[in-house]
């Protein structure tokens, strides 16, 4: 059984709009995963889609408190990582910039040591006027495809990394 995220209360699955659940099994180790997660900045080298990705208040990682910004499919947001538990564990709040209608998400991310590397898993609640509009009604199972191709990136990345480490 592997970890889940821990939900701050008003995130929670069971009070949200919108949910999605991702994971996969990477052949590398746990700290070569994480060291891609948190070096935000850099997400666009194995993912594309996230290249506009700029960490605010100071430092190359994300951290807890870090506060960033990204524009995520065209549309930008504000984020501060809630939870940062080292190689295990990483979350953050979203809200979306100039919405007005309280919209927010929360995105986390378990990576559980295995025998051959790890188990990586994210989760993500979305709440409000705002997600329910764009991701619920104009883009049924967007955050779930969005975050598929994401966690498939991550690992390639990681276990490219491992093996050129290893080499």
């Given at each position: 059984?592997?970890d889940r995220v821990i939900w701050p209360e008003r995130y929670s699955p069971k009070v949200s709009a919108i949910y999605a659940l991702n994971d996969i ?143």
């Open positions: 059984m592997y099994d990477v052949k590398a180790p746990p700290e070569v995963v994480w060291k891609l997660l948190v070096d935000a900045e850099k997400w666009s080298r194995y993912f594309p889609a996230e290249d506009q990705v700029k960490i605010l208040s100071g430092g190359r990682e994300l951290g807890l408190g870090t506060r960033y910004s990204r524009v995520t499919v065209g549309f930008p947001m504000s984020l501060v990582v809630t939870e940062c538990v080292s190689d295990r564990r990483l979350a953050w709040a979203t809200t979306v910039d100039g919405d007005e209608t309280g919209s927010s998400a929360y995105h986390g991310w378990v990576i559980t040591p295995t025998a051959d590397g790890c188990h990586v898993l994210t989760e993500e609640t979305q709440q409000g006027a705002w997600f329910l509009e764009e991701l619920g009604r104009k883009h049924p199972g967007a955050l779930y495809r969005y975050h598929e191709l994401w966690v498939e990136s991550l690992a390639r990345a990681a276990e490219a990394e491992f093996a050129r480490m290893a080499g």
